[in-house]
């Protein structure tokens, strides 16, 4: 039964991540300039999961853990704004 709970609690330590990088990624959007000041456009995550056999029940279910969190491939939303200070 405890198994169960593992499996449980290593998806919900999984989407914990997920969240924050969701949560860094809505604070970050419209941030114009990397942790040096420089002006760089901010790249967003996303999480990458994999099976974790380490967790598993005796049904055949498996855990869940965080492979890596990658940077996306996307272009830079560029806006016309006169007044902002990188313009």
Do not use: C, W
């Given at each position: 039964?405890?198994?169960?709970?593992?499996?449980?609690?290593?998806?919900?330590?999984?989407?914990?991540?997920?969240?924050?990088?969701i949560s860094s990624n809505l604070a970050n959007m419209s941030t114009t300039r990397n942790e040096s000041g420089q002006p760089e456009a901010y790249t967003?995550?996303?999480?990458?999961?994999?099976?974790?056999?380490?967790?598993?029940?005796?049904?055949?279910?498996?855990?869940?853990?965080?492979?890596?969190?990658?940077?996306?491939?996307?272009?830079?939303?560029?806006?016309?704004?006169?007044?902002?200070?990188?313009?």
């Amino acid at each position: 039964m405890f198994s169960a709970f593992d499996v449980s609690t290593s998806a919900l330590v999984a989407q914990r991540t997920r969240l924050n990088t969701i949560s860094s990624n809505l604070a970050n959007m419209s941030t114009t300039r990397n942790e040096s000041g420089q002006p760089e456009a901010y790249t967003p995550r996303y999480t990458v999961f994999q099976t974790n056999a380490e967790v598993s029940t005796a049904g055949g279910g498996q855990g869940v853990k965080v492979a890596s969190v990658e940077y996306a491939n996307v272009q830079p939303d560029m806006k016309y704004e006169p007044g902002h200070p990188d313009a």
